[in-house]
Structures are given as structure tokens and as C-alpha cells.
């Protein structure tokens, strides 16, 4: 059984579900399909969810504590962007 990686909430009324990021920024989206939650079902809706938040900018990781929101995700690129860098100047390129 897979973890669960997104918390059900309620979203303007709808059904929807929570992705956090270890920063503590929260995003929500409503789900609009109306469906038994079985279990081929919950895996399906679970990679709607997931593309709905690739579409903001989250990444999506392998568990809920590991899920990265669009502002870290940008910060994450600039550290590797700057060590590459910090590396290329370190051997005289820069
Ligand atoms: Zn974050």
C-alpha cells in the first residue's frame, strides 16, 4: 500500500486535496470528478492530483514530506545553477 501523499480537505465547498512543502507553503485543489473512493479509483485520481499541482510548479516526491513547492523548487535550481558554477570557477573556467 502506497502512503498516502496528499491530504483530503474540502475546497470551496468541493472535495479537494493538500500538497505542503517542508517551508510550510500550502497549496489546495478541488477535484470536480464525483467518484466512489475504491481503490483503482484513489490511485487514479491521485496522478490527477499530482498533475494538477506539477501545473503550479510543485514537484511531486515519492512521500507527503517530500513535496517541493514552486518557490523552493526555483531556489533549489539557482543552489545547483551557483555550485556548478562554483565549480567551474574552481577549476579556472570561471
Ligand atoms: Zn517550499
New binding site residues.
Partial sequence: MKAKLFEPVSVENRRGYRIS?????VARVPMNTVRCSNGRDSDFERRLVERKFEKLGWQIGEKASEH??P??ARARAAERLSAMIGRARGRGLG
Fill in positions: 512543502c517542508s517551508c510550510g507553503a517541493v513547492c518557490t523552493c
